[in-house]
């Protein structure tokens, strides 16, 4: 039940980043399918290797965050300039 509820808002902010107007926006969806994917990959494979997979895929989400939070700052700081 719990990978069903993960997999529908995954495939909600799917839907929502094809909808979204400002790319701001778009970056934080892509984020949480990210984390979302990471969680799936925990829940489906019940494995030590799984686990290791899950744990890579959340450290490189991790990364990827942090590059959009940047990315966010930088948009934003390109608006106030103009």
């Known amino acids: 039940m719990l990978i069903e509820i993960i997999g529908i808002i995954v495939v909600l ?3 929502r980043t094809l909808l979204a ?3 701001a926006e778009r970056m934080l969806y892509i984020n949480a399918m990210s ?3 990471t969680a799936l990959i ?3 494979i019940q494995t030590p290797f799984g ?3 899950a ?3 959340f ?3 991790t990364i990827s965050s942090n590059a959009i939070a940047y990315s966010i700052g930088r948009i934003q700081e390109e ?3 103009r």
């Open 35 to 37: 984390f979302g994917l």
């Open 21 to 23: 107007r400002d790319r």
């Open 42 to 44: 925990a829940l489906y």
């Open 51 to 53: 686990a290791i997979i």
């Open 55 to 57: 744990i890579t895929f």
């Open 59 to 61: 450290v490189a989400s």
């Open 13 to 15: 902010m799917a839907l």
């Open 79 to 81: 608006i106030m300039i």
